[in-house]
């Protein structure tokens, strides 16, 4: 047998009360109020005492800007919004007006504030002649750079043709390929500092700085001289070889081996030692 389940009875109901700043009479109103309205009351209260707050806070900036030129909003006797208004449009006018606009701002300005025009005339020359000098500074350090640059292309051009020079002769200068990296960063550099670079000099001292090329180069060197000398030694020993065969097979045979019994004339002795035939007679 089923027995019936009641609901289990609710817990007492929340009682939301009105702030006690508010009036006597709001208060009454909102304790009549269901709780869905309380709290809705209850949290736009909240929502604008927050705001209130937050724009309290931002106007304090201009209150205590207000307090701290109290004595000079008195002395020209205007409230801050009158000093405030004249200051931003004498501004606005001199930063975003045309030349009328301008011209008005700073004859009102000269007009208040009590300055001589002449005066004011001077000084407005004096920064014209400043600021010309200036620009003609300006001007004249624009055309130096030109020129610098105008030269460092014309000796980066001159370096670059004696660099392509150097790549084609392989005979004087076998090792560009390996160094031209070192020689087009040392290039730049002498370029950089106003120099005109000797890449003869920057082959040499690149090809000495690197130990492969500087052993290679070393090694070609000697190779280069015992070849010199062994071609010497060999250009003696043939011209002393002809010497002695010439003077052996001489005319007269002085100085020398007995000329031969070969019953050959002199004529034929002689074509024999030039390579030549001579028919007998």
């Known amino acids: ?8 009875p609710e817990g007492p109901e929340t009682t939301l009360e009105a702030p006690s700043n508010w009036p006597k009479a709001d208060r009454a109103m909102f ?4 709780p869905e309205a309380q709290a809705y009351l209850l949290d736009r209260d909240r929502r604008l005492n927050a705001d209130y707050t937050r724009k309290m806070q931002d106007g304090k900036v201009y209150r205590d800007l207000a307090e701290t030129w109290a004595s000079y909003f008195d002395h020209v006797d205007a409230t801050p919004t009158e000093v405030f208004t004249r200051l931003i449009e004498t501004d606005r006018a001199l930063r975003y007006g045309d030349d009328a606009a301008r011209f008005t701002a700073v004859a009102s300005v000269i007009s208040q504030y009590g300055i001589d025009p002449r005066q004011f005339a001077q000084a407005v020359m004096a920064v014209t002649a400043q600021q010309g000098a200036v620009v003609e500074a300006q001007a004249a350090q624009a055309s130096q750079e ?19 020079r150097m790549a084609g002769n392989r005979g004087e200068y076998p090792h560009y390929q390996a160094l031209a990296g070192a020689i087009n960063d040392a290039a730049r550099k002498a370029l950089d500092r106003g120099e005109t670079p000797d890449v003869h000099r920057l082959y040499t001292e690149s090809a000495w700085s690197d130990p492969a090329i500087r052993t ?15 071609a010497a030694v060999e250009t003696e ?14 005319i007269s045979g002085a ?25 007998r007679a």
């Open 216 to 230: 290679a180069l070393i090694a070609d060197e000697r190779n280069q001289a015992a070849a010199g000398a062994a």
């Open 31 to 34: 304790a009549k109020q269901p």
């Open 255 to 279: 100085g020398g081996e007995p000329m031969p019994r070969s019953g050959m004339s002199v004529e034929e002795l002689l074509a024999q030692e030039m390579g030549m035939a001579v028919p």
């Open 237 to 250: 020993r043939r011209a002393k070889a002809t010497k002695a065969r010439r003077a052996g097979v001489g």
């Open 1 to 8: 047998m089923t027995k019936d389940v009641k609901d289990a």
């Open 146 to 164: 030109q020129a610098a640059a105008a030269d460092r292309e014309r000796r980066a051009m001159a370096t670059a043709t004696s660099m392509n």
